[in-house]
């Protein structure tokens, strides 16, 4: 029987996958789409995330980041990282080192998706495969989350992403963040003639019509797009609990505050490995306080930062106060990375 068996070979299952390999369990990984998969994504890994990709033996390249720089028109505020720097990277470039790791470990790749789940005392059925343990790596609005019934309701304004890269060098070796009252726009380095824009807002609307709240931005752009405009949304997914029996969940189909912080990746680098080693102790229910434990600062901070920034009145006051408190800036920055 198969040790876990992971629905959705993003960087989140893959990662699943690949610390399950490293501890002795054979994992397979059902993906209904061909490597590499782009996605919406800011790009930009910050140290934990390095740090723990690494760990797992992924090979990355990309443009190095030093830190964050915070500016709005009239004000602007930068913060280092610590010692260990970010990187930007391709999320194309990204999935595909993470799939030669799974691919070197053993782990094998099953074409197809898993619709429905069969769960008895000694296993999981899914996909036409047995396994001891399931582990639910589907996504945002993961179809298995909500086939269990584990997924909450929120009345809270939706956020929404869309991202375009730009055929410029990059202008900065810092990821920034544009503010605005409508939204943010994040400005990440992942070549040396190209840099990623997202744009993060409650304000639905086309990618141009956001991008015209950010004259100083559009003007460096110089109407050089490479890539079509990906989207996702909404962010911000409430999860009843991670853990259903022998179904675990990981990456975003876990829970997803937002993406302002830019921390999906090493949080699901992280939760990942300790979801392995709960599952390795057999005691799956571990996982669930390790999740709590690994998110806590992301989900506080980065909630308090969703709860100014969805108020134009507020949002246009945390680039003056950063600038104005730039040990508090700092500290918040390496706090999150």
Known sequence: MIDVLVAGGGPAGLATAIHAALAGMEAVVVEPRATPVDKACGEGLMPGGVAALTAMGVELTGRPLRGIHYLDGR?????????????????????????????????????????SVRQDGDGVEAAGLRARWLVAADGLHSPIRRSLGLGLPDARPRRYGLRRHYRVAPWNDHVEVHWSGTGEAYVTPVAGDLVGVAILSTRRGGYEEHLEAFPALLARLDGAPATAVRGAGPLRQRVRSRVAGRVLLVGDAAGYTDALTGEGVSLAARCARSLVDSLRRGRPQDYERAWARISRAHRLLTGALVYVARRPGTARLVVPAAQRLPAVFTATVRALS
């Open 75 to 115: 004000h602007s505020a930068r913060a280092a990282f610590h010692d260990a720097g970010g990187l930007g990277v391709r999320r194309t470039v990204l999935h595909a080192a993470l799939a030669r790791r799974a691919a070197e470990l053993g782990v094998k790749t099953v074409t197809g998706r898993v619709s």
